[in-house]
Structure formats: structure tokens, C-alpha cells
Nanobody, 124 residues
């Protein structure tokens, strides 16, 4: 069993930055790939970024390219999502997810473990 806990969300002005963390427990974090998803009110949950187990493959949604960076520190068993140049449309609950398969996943059903989410609010 893998338990994921997100942190780092909050209220920030447009143009600001936040770094989300996803702390894990259970089996070796290096055995898991990770994804960050978000869900805004009234909208479906969508992929933000994903990273493979060995950190050598990453994926970014178009809206995240050039502004967000996903990483994982296997020694600390923690994943991160650095978000810069935030926009009001980035306002959402952000979730981290983990799975033991190879490569990276971009769809909800590809991840077995999920955190509880952390709220990110970007004011204009």
C-alpha cells in the first residue's frame, strides 16, 4: 500500500509560484511513476504532468509546458510540481498519483494510488 500526501497549495497572485510536494510512504518510491492532475470546479480532472519511475521520461500538458516542472526525489520519497508564472485559470485542486508501471501515464485510470488533493488558488 502506498499513501500519498500533497502539500504546498495555497493562494497566490497571478505571475507567482508555488511548489507542490507529494510525500509517500510504503514501498520504495523509485519503483513508482508519478503524475500530477488537477480538477477545477465543474470540470473534469486532467493531467498536468507525469514522470517515469527512473525520472528519465517526463510529460507535460500543453498548458504546463514552459511553466511547470515535475520531479521526484527517490531518496526523500517525495515528488514535486514546481509551478511558475501562475494564471487564474490554474486555480484547481491538484492531486498526485502513483503507479508501478513503466513509462509515464497521462490518464486517470492508469494510476492506482491517489492523494487527497491540495487547493491552488491564483488571484488576478
Amino acid at each position: 500500500q502506498v499513501h500519498l500526501v500533497e502539500s504546498g497549495g495555497g493562494l497566490v497572485q497571478a505571475g507567482g509560484s508555488l511548489r507542490l510536494s507529494c510525500a509517500t510512504s510504503g514501498r520504495t518510491f523509485s519503483s513508482y511513476r508519478m503524475g500530477w492532475f488537477r480538477q477545477a470546479p465543474g470540470k473534469e480532472r486532467e493531467i498536468v504532468a507525469a514522470i517515469s519511475r527512473s525520472e528519465n521520461i517526463t510529460y507535460y500538458a500543453d498548458f504546463a509546458k514552459g511553466r511547470f516542472a515535475i520531479s521526484k526525489d527517490n531518496a526523500k520519497a517525495t515528488g514535486y510540481l514546481q509551478m511558475d508564472s501562475l494564471k487564474p485559470e490554474d486555480t484547481a485542486v491538484y492531486y498526485c498519483a502513483a503507479d508501478s508501471n513503466a513509462g509515464y501515464g497521462t490518464r486517470i485510470h492508469e494510476y492506482y494510488y491517489w492523494g487527497q488533493g491540495t487547493q491552488v488558488t491564483v488571484s488576478s
